[in-house]
């Protein structure tokens, strides 16, 4: 199995950018598709985006599109999630996750998961 930890969240301000970091251990990294998810207080945890094995496939949530860009370095074990123009909504506890197979916006299919990063937007 492999292991994840987030790392890059911090209190920002409104418009400001970000980028977190998801550091894998275990088994190759290679071998799994990464996803990010959020969660901000009272809500369920949502999908943000996801990055295939190779990097060469990406999805995102549409509210996250054009603002949020996920990439992957599989030579250092480790995704990123680079969040630009922030806004208060962002404010949530980042999550990064993996699974084995395609790119996935379902939570449930992510068998692999971080304890999180949080991000506080200020207005």
């Known amino acids: 199995q492999v292991q994840l930890v987030e790392s890059g969240g911090g209190l920002v301000q409104a418009g400001d950018s970000l980028r977190l970091s998801c550091a894998a251990s275990?088994?190759?990294?290679?071998?799994?598709?990464v996803g990010w998810f959020r969660q901000a207080p009272g809500k369920e945890r949502e999908f943000v985006a996801a990055i295939i094995t190779s990097g060469s496939s990406t999805i995102y949530a549409d509210s996250m599109k054009g603002r949020f860009t996920i990439s992957r370095d599989n030579d250092k074990n480790t995704a990123f999630l680079q969040m630009n123009s922030l806004n208060p909504e962002d404010t949530a506890v980042y999550y990064c996750a993996a699974r084995f197979g395609t790119v996935s916006m379902v939570k449930t299919a992510y068998a692999y998961w971080g304890q999180g990063t949080q991000v506080t937007v200020s207005s």
């Open positions: 275990g088994r190759t990294f290679s071998l799994y598709t």
